[in-house]
């Protein structure tokens, strides 16, 4: 099956300063890595996402990068912002019809802790 | 995206006894799946809802403890069976559309459980 590694466990910024995030997938066949912000006793909440045909998606202050052959995505946080802080979680999964079972069961990193200094 | 929500959304309970959890979603979805998630921990997939049919387990997670229902597109049932204090952690539902590529998944917003 499926596994994400993901780095840095924590990581402390100053507000202002950027922030980034990197995991690593084993199965070639993954297509979907979406990425989830958790605040302290809240849901997991999407905060953006890529599919394997793009290279790199931005919303705002946040972006994602995929490199396909090396199987690893990031997630870039610039201007970080107090209210940033939170636990970041990736996932990947195989999107597709027919994918043997596999459709969108998510397998997640273990999480990045992510503090914001002001 | 859809609105999901749990209930209950905390309980104590004692071990031995069962806890059925709920999920509603406000449309309709393809996909619904249960998580845990353990203090400081990541999440961890419990199984994947199949509606009118029996749930697809995840390893180490089996039917008699964690029986899972899904009458319909937008409601879903996970039962905690005779609990210990190991299965204290959140439950989580999810679901996702999964039409026109519309892949996203959204989560409830979890059941605190506590086992004592």
């Known amino acids: 099956g499926e596994n994400v590694e993901q780095h840095p466990s924590t990581l402390s910024v100053q507000e202002g300063d950027s922030a980034v995030i990197k995991c690593t997938y084993s199965d070639s066949a993954s297509n979907y890595f979406p990425w989830y912000k958790q605040e302290l006793g809240k849901r997991p909440q999407l905060i953006i996402d890529?599919?394997?045909?793009?290279g790199e998606k931005k919303d705002q202050r946040i972006a994602v990068t995929l490199n396909k052959t090396a199987k690893h995505f990031s997630l870039h946080i610039t201007e970080t912002q107090p209210e940033d802080s939170a636990v970041y979680f990736c996932a990947a999964t195989i999107s597709a019809v027919n994918s043997g079972g596999s459709n969108y069961k998510l397998t997640f990193g273990k999480g990045t802790l992510l503090t914001v200094n002001p | 995206s859809a609105v999901i929500s749990q209930k209950p959304s905390r309980d104590i309970c004692q071990r031995g006894t069962s806890l059925t959890i709920q999920c509603q979603v406000d449309?309709?979805?393809?996909?619904m799946f249960w998580y845990r998630q353990q203090p400081g921990q990541s999440l961890t997939l419990i199984a994947t809802?199949?509606?009118?049919?029996?749930?697809?387990?995840e390893s180490g997670f089996v039917i008699d403890k964690f029986p899972i229902s899904r009458p319909n597109l937008t409601f879903s049932t996970l039962t905690v069976s005779n609990m210990s204090p190991e299965d204290s952690s959140i439950y989580l539902c999810s679901a996702a559309r999964g039409v026109s590529f519309s892949y996203e998944q959204y989560f409830g917003p979890g059941t605190r459980l506590t086992v004592t």
């Open positions: 809802a199949n509606q009118g049919s029996e749930a697809t387990y």
């Open positions: 890529i599919r394997s045909n793009v």
């Open positions: 449309s309709q979805v393809t996909m």
